[in-house]
């Protein structure tokens, strides 16, 4: 059995998501599966370094499969793209020790976040940015994200119900940069709890919009319950950008 490591890009704006749903096979690896499955001529499961949400998009998503197969690569990606729907393709494909597992195995993840500030909307970027029409002050919110960089309990910044899984995760940088009328958030980390990106971006997008200070963010991680941060934004400003691995 060869375990083939993959990279994936794909538009998610018409899927339910990354993970495989029973009630619908419009979700990421419900598709990749069908098409796999079909090359390899049985069943087979496509792991993913982890989930996105409907309606998110990835340029960098991981995800690896286990194949009996005497086609080489590059056969295997020309038809792996070939059958796939167009919003959806795997840009690079390797053969990877039988020990290598896409989540298991994540040392960290780079996401982006996408915010369309202008007076006016955009009838292209509108299912890949989150339009806010009110300016936003960058200075506010770049002071802001240092408070988030670094090692903290994050369950306040996340839609985690109570677990006993760990919610400490470590953020190692927050950039924020305008180009032209869009700006760009890049979050870099060990791994984040489910929408964890997109309150904090609802969290940082309240201080530059002047509804709250940057003082904002102490006082929830002291509170530490999700109803003291921000609102979750939407998940077509989200892309997953870069799995690492050690």
């Known amino acids: 059995m060869k375990n083939i490591r993959m ?16 009630d ?7 598709k990749l599966e069908g ?10 499961e496509v792991i993913g370094s982890g989930r996105t949400d409907a ?9 690896n499969f286990q194949i009996k197969s005497d086609m080489s690569l590059k056969e295997m990606k020309q ?43 955009s009838a292209f970027l509108r299912k890949y940015s989150y339009y806010i029409p009110e ?11 240092e408070g988030l960089v670094g090692t903290h309990d994050f369950i306040a910044f996340s839609s985690v119900k109570k677990t ?14 305008k180009k032209g009328q869009q700006i760009e958030f890049t979050f870099v980390g060990d791994g984040f709890l489910h929408n ?4 904090m971006m609802g969290t940082l997008i309240d201080i530059g919009m002047g509804e709250e200070k940057v003082s904002y963010i102490d006082k929830i991680f002291k509170g530490g319950k999700r109803e003291v941060a921000g609102k979750t934004v939407p998940a077509q400003g989200l892309f997953l950008m870069e799995v690492y691995y050690d």
């Open 196 to 199: 964890m990106i997109r309150i």
């Open 55 to 63: 309606g998110a998009h990835a340029h960098g998503q991981v995800a």
């Open 24 to 30: 619908t096979d419009q979700t990421i690896q419900g």
């Open 164 to 177: 006993n899984k760990s919610t400490v995760r470590t953020i190692k940088e927050i950039n924020i940069e």
């Open 135 to 145: 300016k936003l002050d960058i200075v506010a919110m770049k002071k802001a994200a």
């Open 7 to 22: 990279i994936i890009e794909y538009d998610g704006s018409r899927y339910k998501g990354w993970q495989r749903l029973k």
């Open 79 to 121: 038809y792996i793209n070939h059958y796939l729907p167009q919003d959806i393709v795997v840009k690079d494909l390797q053969q990877v020790s039988a020990r290598f597992h896409s989540r298991y195995n994540v040392s960290g993840k780079k996401y982006a976040y996408y915010v369309l500030n202008d007076s006016i909307p």
């Open 35 to 44: 098409v796999i499955s079909e090359l390899a001529g049985k069943p087979t």
